[in-house]
């Protein structure tokens, strides 16, 4: 986690970056100036990652938009977003549906 937030405080401009590590279950990703929207179906099947809230339609039933300077760890029972820089724990996620 901690090379995550290294990366999301050193890169300048505009980007999402989403990383698979082979091994793991869970998939990272980092945003700054661009839309990331994390989708979950209902019975937690399956999570879709996408750049608009639009193309979730039909496929998940939540979803939790990113903000800048945010960091997720997404596996499928739980997502954890940590604030960039305090490396804190971001309690209220911005949720819609």
């Known amino acids: 986690m901690e090379g995550l ?19 793991c279950s869970e998939f990272y990703a ?22 608009d809230l639009p193309s979730l339609y039909g496929f998940a039933e939540q979803a939790i938009v990113l903000d800048d ?6 596996g499928l029972n739980e997502i954890l977003v940590i604030n960039a820089e305090s490396g804190e724990i971001v309690e209220e996620l911005s949720q819609v549906w």
């Open 5 to 23: 937030r290294n990366i999301a405080n050193t890169i300048k401009g505009m980007y999402v970056a989403v990383f698979l590590i082979e091994g």
């Open 69 to 74: 300077n945010q960091v997720a760890v997404v």
């Open 30 to 51: 980092i945003k700054h100036g661009q839309p990331l929207v994390i989708g979950i179906r209902k019975d937690q099947t399956c999570i879709y990652v996408s750049s």
